[in-house]
């Protein structure tokens, strides 16, 4: 074991980011830079993000966002080890601008090229924030993934179970649009349901009555253009409370689900794993308050641990690629020049 210096390249969405990443001998991995620039006005009046537009910004950031991590961590190429780029799953026009990129610095630098998966890098997030070790239970919740992983090593995952459909943070995003709302929905809708009775309209469950850890959220958004038309051809319009008691019942429904699906996958781990669980969130999901809360009394109800990383660790980053990027280093991993892009890459 040697102290390990890594440069992470990350544009599988709407971020583009780049960072630095060291780690000493036996000890906690540190995070030197770790610069994000987000699309979100690029992206806005399109209601969703537009892949083309994605990886034509990625393709322009990309640089500048290497050059400004380098600057920060004060870490110039020659001290650098290894590059590690997200190589998948995500939009392919944004995973290929981050894979050409990284080759190009491989190519130049002769430095080893490490291909990284996406879901692995919020997957050992809590590793590079926490130290945590192996085996721990994790639960992915972002606008695009959902599911819940039993975290092994570095390239070992089982996947207890994930949504079938929508992602909760696709949901929340959608019931934004439906009630008029800004995006990112997740934000807009946990405020409104502040003000909002949780208990005035009834919500699904989905997929409580069936056995194990899947989840599926787009029933939700159908109960809600249900509802919410209901409302408009009674009385014209929604006001502000009907708003606020819509985006409480949604949120409560994603709480109620989420909660009793992670009982269950604390229940499975514990079948293969006698140790204290330990759950691990990471995704933008994460943010929500109240699903936190009611994930930290389910672990407190189960005795297990609740660990999530800080937000910004937890939304994409190339910290984590970076990190992931070293963890499988270390095992001896290697990619040549040969790398691909993989849109789908389950873990
Ligand atoms: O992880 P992330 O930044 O991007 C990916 O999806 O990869 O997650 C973004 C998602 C969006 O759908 C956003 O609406 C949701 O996370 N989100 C939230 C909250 N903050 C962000 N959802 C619920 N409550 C929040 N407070
Ligand atoms: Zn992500």
Not at 78 to 101: F, Q, W
Not at 234 to 261: P, W, Y
């Amino acid at each position: 074991v040697q102290t390990l210096t890594v440069l992470g390249l990350e544009s599988s969405c709407d971020d583009t980011a780049a960072a630095v990443v060291r780690q000493g001998e036996g000890v906690q991995a540190e995070i030197l830079s770790s610069v994000v620039h987000g699309q979100t006005e690029l992206h806005s009046a399109y209601g969703g993000v537009v892949p083309e537009i994605a990886a034509r910004a990625h393709a322009e950031k990309l640089d500048i966002c290497v050059k400004q991590a380098l600057t920060q961590a004060d870490v110039a190429f020659g001290e650098l080890d290894v590059i590690a780029v997200t190589a998948g799953p995500g939009l392919i026009g944004g995973v290929m601008s981050g894979v050409m990129c990284a080759k190009g610095l491989s190519a130049a630098t002769g430095l080893p090229l490490i291909g990284v998966n996406h879901l692995a890098g919020h997957a050992l997030t809590p590793r590079l924030t926490d130290g945590i070790a192996f085996p721990y239970l994790m639960l992915l919740v972002s606008g695009g993934h959902c599911q819940y992983l039993i975290a092994h090593g570095p390239e070992q995952f089982t996947r207890l179970g994930g949504t079938i459909d929508d992602a909760p943070g696709e949901a929340f995003d959608k019931t934004a649009r439906l009630l008029g709302l800004p995006q990112p929905g997740g934000p807009s809708v946990e405020a409104e349901a502040r003000a909002g009775d949780s208990k005035r309209f009834r919500f699904p469950r989905p997929l409580l009555d069936r056995p194990g850890c899947d989840l599926s959220f787009s029933g939700l958004k159908t109960a809600l253009m249900r509802l919410r038309d209901q409302i408009v051809s009674e009385k014209g319009g929604l006001t502000r409370q009907d708003r606020a008691d819509l985006c409480a019942g949604f949120q409560q429904a994603i709480v109620d689900t989420l909660a009793e699906k992670t009982r269950r996958a604390i229940v499975q781990y514990l079948e293969t794993s006698p140790s204290v669980p330990v759950i691990a969130v990471a995704g933008g999901v994460a943010a929500n308050t109240a699903i936190r809360a009611a994930l930290e009394t389910v672990c407190a109800q189960m005795e297990a641990r609740f660990t999530a990383p800080p937000l910004a660790l937890c939304t994409d980053n190339a910290a984590m690629i970076a990190f992931a990027g070293l963890e499988r280093f270390r095992l001896g991993a290697r990619d040549g020049l040969d790398l691909t892009a993989r849109p789908r890459w389950p873990l």
